[in-house]
Nanobody, 125 residues
Framework: VQLQASGGGLVQTGGSLRLSCAAS????????ISWFRQAPGKEREGVSC???????YYARSVKGRFTISRDNAKNTVYLNMNSLEPEDTAVYYC????????????????????WGQGTQVTVSS
């Protein structure tokens, strides 16, 4: 059972990136998948979540700029990030859990059983 996050990189302010979270060893069909990020010296925070029923949640700081989607046929979840800001610089992790979280719980790490290794996103000013 493995989650592989990819797609990070260096981009200028206002640029875009698409992160991918690919699963192997299990099917994502019935899982909630979320993206978290952790910047140096800061706590890990929830960025976005997509449940198995495709209901989505977003952190206030990224709403309107980031879009999460899933392609169950490819066993992959995507995070499209537009209008990137230096404050978005962090290591981004994807996580999978069988629970369908609600607004108050989707960003809690304890909801998720599986975690990817992280991909670095750096936004230059």
């Amino acid at each position: 059972v493995q989650l592989q996050a990819s797609g990070g990189g260096l981009v200028q302010t206002g640029g875009s990136l698409r992160l991918s979270c690919a699963a192997s060893g299990f099917s994502l069909d019935y899982y909630t998948i979320s993206w978290f990020r952790q910047a140096p010296g800061k706590e890990r925070e929830g960025v976005s979540c997509i449940r198995s029923d495709r209901y989505t949640y977003y952190a206030r700081s990224v709403k309107g700029r980031f879009t999460i989607s899933r392609d169950n046929a490819k066993n992959t979840v995507y995070l499209n990030m537009n209008s990137l800001e230096p404050e978005d610089t962090a290591v981004y992790y994807c996580a999978a859990g069988v629970v369908r979280p609600i607004l108050s719980s989707w960003a809690s790490a304890g909801v998720y059983e599986h975690w990817g290794q992280g991909t670095q996103v750096t936004v230059s000013s």
